[in-house]
């Protein structure tokens, strides 16, 4: 009912930025919150950031002041500015969001494929 498609991801220097952005799609009548989580290899799932519909932003500590999340509610579209990338940030980074949707009661999770982002040294 609800897919989210996440792009942007890649190989990138270290020191050098990246922008990830998630496209909502389906059977939607609003989106609440929504947010970017990575998970590296043998280790959890982590938040990166997340940001309400009304734009109220979080960030990991790791991300403060190299990172800016942004949503465009009209298009359902969201993205992930992340600067001054080092190897630690190499991971699989995931969108979620959840969703009121038009033929059910209530909001739902979703999450994307994920797209690799991999910073070399």
């Known amino acids: 009912q609800v897919r989210l498609v996440e792009t942007g991801g890649g190989l990138v220097q270290a020191g050098g930025s990246l922008t990830l952005s998630c496209a909502a799609s389906g059977s939607i009548v609003s989106i609440n919150a929504m947010g970017w989580y990575r998970q590296a290899p043998g280790k959890k799932r982590e938040l990166v950031a997340a940001?309400?519909?009304?734009?109220?932003?979080n960030y990991a500590d790791s991300m403060k002041g190299r990172s800016t999340i942004s949503r465009d509610n009209a298009k359902n579209l969201m993205s992930l500015q992340m600067n001054s990338l080092n190897p630690e940030d190499t991971a699989v980074y995931y969108c979620?969001?959840?969703?009121?949707?038009?033929?059910?009661?209530?909001?739902?999770?979703?999450w994307g494929q994920g797209t690799q982002v991999t910073v070399s040294s």
């Open positions: 979620t969001a959840n969703v009121v949707l038009t033929a059910l009661p209530g909001n739902y999770d979703y």
């Open positions: 940001i309400t519909s009304g734009g109220t932003t």
